[in-house]
């Protein structure tokens, strides 16, 4: 069976720094064919996209989360961490990691997330 | 940066027609998927490539995309289709997604 599941606090103060673990399990993140995203959805707001790990470690950000977003994969693991520094109340969301998988020969500007994990809800609150 | 606009709602009788727009800059030009989300639960995949529709998803859904607006339509939609819908784009290495629809089915 196919799954992502994210864990993390569930409550964070601004002054420390957000971990959330994206565990998959039924495919390896060394695939080339996958890539894993994180995604943030605000209480009652739109899916807001914040940052991609590919299969070869190559990442993508968010242009306006860049500098307080770092993502890492652990392929032995069959982990993917993402870590804000400096979170805000404003920071307060669900945050989903979902799989991009294309099996393609060419997957230029093939991109959709056809798996998602059931989110874990963090509340930024001093 | 790209922007995709949806309209914030749409209301359609039982059996009858939806259309869920998305509209963005030569939106034709890339490909769009859809993403349907009930209340408390995980975004689910309901297109993608503008026009195909994943493993499980009933055929009632079919998209389009051309010039600046693609299109999720839902035929004889159904009570259980009453969720948020939210497309999605590839521009200049980030992932778009659209403000939402909210599907009234009544």
């Known amino acids: 069976q196919v799954t992502l599941k994210e864990s993390g606090p569930v409550l964070v103060k601004p002054t420390e720094t957000l971990t959330l673990t994206c565990t998959v399990s039924g495919f390896s993140l060394s695939d080339a064919r996958v890539g894993v995203s994180w995604i943030r959805q605000p209480p009652g707001k739109a899916l807001e996209w914040l940052v991609h790990?590919?299969?070869?470690?190559?990442?993508s950000y968010s242009t306006s989360l860049k500098s307080r977003l770092t993502i890492s994969k652990d392929t032995s693991k069959s982990q993917v961490l993402l870590t804000m520094t400096n979170p805000d109340p404003v920071d307060t969301a669900t945050y989903y990691c979902a799989r991009r998988y294309c099996g393609s020969t060419s997957c230029e500007g093939i991109w959709y997330f056809d798996l998602w994990g059931r989110g874990t809800p963090v509340t930024v609150s001093s | 940066s790209y922007e995709l606009t949806q309209t914030p709602s749409v209301s359609v009788s039982p059996g009858q027609t939806a259309s869920i727009t998305c509209s963005g800059d030569?939106?034709?030009?890339?490909?769009v998927a859809w993403y349907q989300q009930k209340p408390g639960q995980s975004p689910v995949l309901v297109m993608h490539q503008d026009t195909k529709r994943p493993s499980g998803i009933p055929e009632r859904f079919s998209g389009s995309n051309s010039g600046n607006t693609a299109t999720l339509t839902i035929s004889g939609t159904q009570a259980m289709d009453e969720a948020d819908y939210y497309c999605?784009?590839?521009?200049?290495?980030?992932?778009?997604f659209g403000g939402g629809t909210k599907l009234t089915v009544l």
């Open positions: 790990i590919f299969s070869n470690d190559e990442k």
């Open positions: 030569k939106l034709g030009d890339k490909y």
């Open positions: 999605q784009a590839w521009d200049s290495s980030t992932v778009v």
